[in-house]
């Protein structure tokens, strides 16, 4: 009696541990629905990167903006309806870009294989896709990842570049990311840029952390005066090589010349700046924790097994 009641048990228990390896993301998820989902992806990226440069780096930010507002779940892409807002109405989403690359990776997934690939596995696979077009090192993604059927503009607690870093490292630390992983995501600010009104108040209220010349070049492109977005300037994070992922973002920390804030604040911060410091003289070391860093972020609150649903176009739930 005992031991059937062991035995039992043992059997829930082997059942529980199979049931969990199910669900668990796998490199090998679309084996037998979509053999060619990678390559398919990777054909697609390779394509829109020749025609424009600037998307790889517009993606690897969808990802981080998707990944840590209800997690990897393509929950960013929604489009807002009017009568159903969505993530894209929130403020940190308005110079978001990369929207129309997405449905275009999605075109191409669904005509080979229709209705087996998330469009949160495809971000995911995106934005490795971006990293190696940009000369980072290619790392796996594990797949399996369901598609949301919840966005919330008011969910949209992402930092502002004004934040004070302390905040920040709590919020990443809450999503599981040690200041040293923070301060190597942060790294991905080496490639692409930002619009002037991220950053212009530091140029005419100087808080002393930028350097002068860069302030006065910086005065001489944005102005003075605030522009709407469309009319705003933008300008590169790492102008020698802003389509290229390299440690270069931490140099011009430690000299003080960066855009953001928040970016200059981990060069002076004593929990990030050794990291910074480490970074700005190990290349090699950035390249491979990069990749790791992007790894993990890619799997942050993803939903798995029968959670969601497999969305038909990236943009709207399927009902
Ligand atoms: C505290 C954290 C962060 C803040 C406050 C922040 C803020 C920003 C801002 C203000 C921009 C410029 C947007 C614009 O004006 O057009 C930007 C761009 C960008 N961010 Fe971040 N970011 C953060 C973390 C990250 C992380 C973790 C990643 C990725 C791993 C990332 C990747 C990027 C990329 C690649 C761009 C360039 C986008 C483009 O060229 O279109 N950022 N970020
Ligand atoms: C950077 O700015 C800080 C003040 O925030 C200053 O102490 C430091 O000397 C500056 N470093 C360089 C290289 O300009
Ligand atoms: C990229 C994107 O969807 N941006 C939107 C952000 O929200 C504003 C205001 O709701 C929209 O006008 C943008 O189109």
């Known amino acids: 009696m005992v031991s059937s009641v062991v035995r039992l048990l043992l059997m829930v228990q082997l059942l529980l541990a199979m049931a969990a390896t199910d669900e668990a993301l796998d490199t090998g998820y679309y084996a037998a629905t979509c053999p060619d989902a990678e390559a398919i992806v990777r054909n697609a990226m390779e394509r829109l990167h020749y025609t424009d440069p600037t998307l790889a780096p517009a993606v690897i930010r969808l990802l981080f903006h998707d990944c840590f ?18 993530e894209r109405a929130a403020v940190p989403n308005h110079t978001l870009r990369g929207f129309g690359a997405v449905d275009a990776v999605k075109r191409a997934l669904e005509a080979a294989c229709p209705a087996a690939v998330s469009c949160a596995d495809a971000l995911a696979l995106m934005a490795r896709d971006a990293v190696a077009l940009l000369g980072g090192n290619r790392y796996d ?9 919840q966005s919330n503009p008011w969910e ?55 350097d002068e010349t860069l302030r006065c070049d910086m005065l001489d492109t944005c102005g ?16 020698d090589t802003p389509f290229t ?10 000299s003080n010349r960066t855009l953001l804030q928040v970016d200059q604040e981990a060069a002076t911060h004593p929990d990030t700046a050794p ?3 480490y970074y700005a003289a190990s290349p090699d070391a950035f390249m491979q924790r990069f990749s790791e860093a992007m790894a993990k972020l890619s799997n942050v609150g993803v939903l798995e097994g029968d959670a969601g649903e497999v969305r038909k176009v990236c943009s709207r739930y399927n009902n």
Do not use: K, W
């Not at 502002?160 to 040690?178: I, K, M, W």
């Not at 992922?245 to 430690?254: E, G, K, P, R, T």
């Open 69 to 86: 507002v209800r997690g990897c779940d393509a929950s960013v892409l929604i489009v807002p309806t009017p009568r159903y807002s969505s």
């Open 141 to 149: 993604v594990a797949l399996g990842r369901r598609d949301g059927t």
């Open 156 to 210: 949209v607690d992402l930092p502002a570049p004004f934040a004070r870093l302390d905040d920040v490292l709590a919020y990443f630390a809450a999503r599981g990311f040690s200041a040293e992983e923070t301060v190597v995501l942060f790294g991905a600010h080496t490639v692409g840029g930002a619009h002037c009104s991220s950053f212009r108040y530091r140029l005419t209220m100087p808080d002393g952390a930028m």
């Open 224 to 239: 003075a005066a605030d522009l709407p977005l469309d009319t705003d300037p933008a300008t590169f994070f790492d102008p």
């Open 245 to 254: 992922v390299d440690n270069n973002y931490y140099a011009q920390l430690m």
């Open 275 to 277: 990291h910074v410091a």
